[in-house]
Each structure stands twice: as structure tokens, then as C-alpha cells.
């Protein structure tokens, strides 16, 4: 198993069963058809002897040549639009619930 990831910060940016070099283009593909050419100078790959999380998204994980694999601190984790605007319908509910109890109970 390989990882992809930014060669400045080590952020995550991929993973693959294999890659295959093109220095005809400068780039890379992987096995799952990911194919890095335009500042694919900017990424590295390394392969990774040990199981990797279940869990290995872009951005999740960062990695460090002398620490392997260790969680992003700034990671935010992907919300849809869809379930967004779902999460802000409920928050606005009791937000207007909030404020009618108030106005109940000045009156």
C-alpha cells in the first residue's frame, strides 16, 4: 500500500494498491486511476509496510518521515451542502423556539 501525500506538510492526499512512475510527463498514476501530472513535483509517495486506518481520507492524516502516520490537528472533517443546510434548519428551530419563550414570558 502506498500513500500519497504533499511533500512541504506531509498532508494526506491518497492511498493506492500501486503506483506506477511517468517520467516521460513527470507524474505519477495510481491503480485506482488518480493520475498526478500537474504538481505532482509538489507530492511525494511512500510505501507503507504497515496497516493503514480504516479511516485514511484527504487531509486526515499527515506524514512525517520519523513518526509515520499521525492525525491532522487541523483537519475539519466533510459536511455535504445538503446536510449542512439540514444542521442550520434545526440550529434557526430552536433558535425561533428560544426566542418565543422569551417573548412569552415578558408578556
Not at 501530472?37 to 481520507?57: F, M, N, Q, W
Request: glycine residues 8%.
Amino acid at each position: 500500500m502506498y500513500i500519497i501525500f504533499r511533500k512541504k506538510d506531509g498532508l494526506v492526499i491518497g492511498t493506492a494498491q500501486q503506483i506506477e512512475v511517468d517520467i516521460e510527463n513527470n507524474g505519477f498514476v495510481t491503480d485506482g486511476g488518480l493520475v498526478f501530472y500537474a504538481g505532482a513535483s509538489e507530492l511525494d509517495y511512500r510505501e507503507i509496510t504497515e496497516e493503514l486506518p480504516a479511516d485514511v481520507t484527504t487531509g486526515k492524516y499527515l506524514y512525517q518521515i520519523e513518526n509515520g502516520l499521525v492525525i491532522n490537528p487541523d483537519y475539519v472533517p466533510y459536511i455535504s451542502p445538503e446536510e449542512e443546510v439540514k444542521e442550520l434548519k434545526k440550529r434557526l428551530e430552536a433558535t425561533e423556539d428560544t426566542l418565543l419563550q422569551l417573548l412569552l414570558m415578558q408578556t
